[in-house]
Nanobody
Framework: QVQLVESGGGWVQPGGSLRLSCRAS????????MAWYRQAPGKQRELVAV???????NYAESVKGRFTISRDNAKNPVYMQMNSLKPEDTALYYC?????????WGQGTQVTVSS
């Protein structure tokens, strides 16, 4: 059974940084586009960042210049470095792997930004 396991969430003060990791098992990681989504309480899940198999990236406007998604196909994980965090970044962050019509999701890792 495919598993995506996120880690690296936590509490941080505004302006701080966190690095999220997502490790996939039982899939050929390198052939999947990978993405991070987030969902804040009372809001819809939104795409934060995506990285293709060729390492092309795209970001939500709200995180451009602050978040960086990366992947290491040899070692499996996908990362998201989050800098200059703001209270509005508070959400449950989900890892996603997708190819064609297949989508796999992790359970999420909570990020809380507050003073």
């Amino acid at each position: 059974q495919v598993q995506l396991v996120e880690s690296g969430g936590g509490w941080v003060q505004p302006g701080g940084s966190l690095r999220l990791s997502c490790r996939a098992s039982k899939i050929t990681f390198s052939i999947y586009d990978m993405a991070w989504y987030r969902q804040a309480p009372g809001k819809q899940r939104e795409l934060v960042a995506v990285i293709t198999t060729g390492s092309n990236t795209n970001y939500a406007e709200s995180v451009k210049g602050r978040f960086t998604i990366s992947r290491d196909n040899a070692k499996n994980p996908v990362y998201m470095q989050m800098n200059s965090l703001k209270p509005e970044d508070t959400a449950l962050y989900y890892c996603n792997a997708h190819i064609n019509t297949l989508n796999f999701w992790g359970q999420g890792t909570q990020v809380t930004v507050s003073s």
